[in-house]
């Protein structure tokens, strides 16, 4: 059973910075593209970054590239999300996804295994 764990959200002011860990479990890590996606309050699930299964290519939404960053550590099951810079748009719920594909995965529906999501609130 796959397992998605994510962690490092919290409450920061704008312009501090974050990282978030998803640890994953109960699948072959190296064969998963990973994906980090977020939902604020009253919004639709948008997507934010992707990194295929050998880290070697990546994609992001137009709202935060050069902000954010992917990344993964295949020799411990884990994606990072490392939110540089954050403003209060940022605030949402963010989840991670992976999908058994070696396609930079960026579609909601194309993800087949989610986490529980991580609190990021940025204030003023």
């Known amino acids: 059973q796959v397992q998605l764990v994510e962690s490092g959200g919290g409450l920061v002011q704008a312009g501090d910075s974050l990282r978030l860990s998803c640890a994953a479990s109960g699948l072959t890590f190296t064969w998963y593209t990973m994906g980090w996606f977020r939902r604020a309050r009253g919004e639709e699930r948008e997507f934010v970054a992707a990194?295929?299964?050998?880290?070697?290519?990546?994609s992001y939404a137009d709202s935060v590239k050069g902000r954010f960053t992917v990344s993964k550590d295949n020799t411990k099951n884990t994606v990072y999300l490392q939110m540089n810079n954050l403003k209060p748009e940022d605030t949402a719920v963010y989840y991670c996804?992976?999908?058994?594909?070696?396609?930079?995965?960026?579609?909601?529906?194309?993800?087949?295994?989610w986490g529980q999501g991580t609190q990021v609130t940025v204030s003023s």
């Open positions: 996804a992976a999908e058994h594909t070696n396609a930079l995965v960026t579609k909601r529906a194309d993800y087949g295994h």
């Open positions: 990194i295929d299964r050998s880290g070697g290519r990546t």
